[in-house]
């Protein structure tokens, strides 16, 4: 399986600012994913992510809001812009496993407070 | 209500229990089933992965899919307290493209030694 890092790990942020979280894989993948994770929710896919292509949101996510940049086939960022308390959660990357597209490998995710 | 539900726990065991851990979904058209381990501040991790109905064993665990009730499991045998952990459900529709996994809320396993 593919091994996924991010950064950061961690993060406390002020509201009405943004954060990139970055995220790299070791051998290159078609798709990407960014998932939110809340606490008493299951992840929740915001959008997807493919090398050369703009990114395909879920409903209730927009690019103004989480821009991400696919500049290669083993990275990817996820910006979470103007930050209010509610974006508070884990932020998460997955990447398709390469023999199943349903399969999917996930990063050890970014923790992010927004105070 | 939510297409996958999963009992959130916590379920609290002793060592060598084995553990039953539930998923109920409601879209007919999920063919593929998975289980997906998550240690606590770690990213998830795949555990098990069955398409269709049947059961799928891979060392003290086994999957376990009844899509007439739409229903699946995983049973952990001999449980150790390394299994503590969040367990969560996943299911997609079809294999062709690709298409979005829906996750349960997980739930929460606690095997004390």
């Known amino acids: 399986s593919a091994v996924i890092s991010q950064k950061p790990s961690r993060d406390i942020c002020q509201r009405g600012t943004s954060l990139t979280i970055q995220c790299q894989v070791d051998?290159?993948?078609?798709?990407m994913f960014w998932y939110r994770q809340q606490p008493g929710q299951s992840l929740t896919l915001i959008a997807t992510?493919?090398?050369?292509?703009?990114?395909?949101?879920e409903s209730g996510f927009v690019i103004d809001k989480f821009p991400i940049s696919r500049p290669n086939l083993t990275f990817s960022t996820l910006t979470v812009s103007n930050m209010s308390p509610e974006d508070s959660s884990i932020y998460l990357c997955?990447?398709?496993?390469?023999?199943?597209?349903?399969?999917?490998?996930f990063g050890p995710g970014t923790r992010l407070t927004v105070l | 209500q939510k297409e996958v539900e999963q009992d959130p726990g916590p379920l609290s065991v002793p060592e060598g229990a084995i553990v039953s851990l539930n998923c109920t979904y409601s879209?007919?058209?999920?063919?593929?089933f998975m289980w997906y381990r998550q240690y606590s501040r770690k990213g998830p991790e795949l555990l098990m992965y069955?398409?269709?109905?049947g059961n799928k064993e891979d060392g003290r665990f086994t999957a376990q899919v009844d899509k007439s009730s739409k229903y699946i499991s995983l049973f952990i045998r001999d449980s150790q307290p390394s299994d503590s952990a969040t367990y969560l459900c996943?299911?997609?529709?079809?294999?062709?493209?690709?298409?979005?996994?829906?996750f349960g809320t997980g739930t929460r396993l606690l095997v004390s030694p």
């Open positions: 997955s990447v398709d496993s390469g023999v199943r597209t349903d399969t999917q490998y």
């Open positions: 051998s290159q993948v078609t798709m």
């Open positions: 992510a493919n090398q050369g292509s703009e990114a395909t949101y």
């Open positions: 879209n007919s058209a999920f063919q593929y």
């Open positions: 069955t398409y269709s109905s």
């Open positions: 996943a299911m997609s529709a079809r294999n062709t493209g690709f298409q979005k996994l829906v």
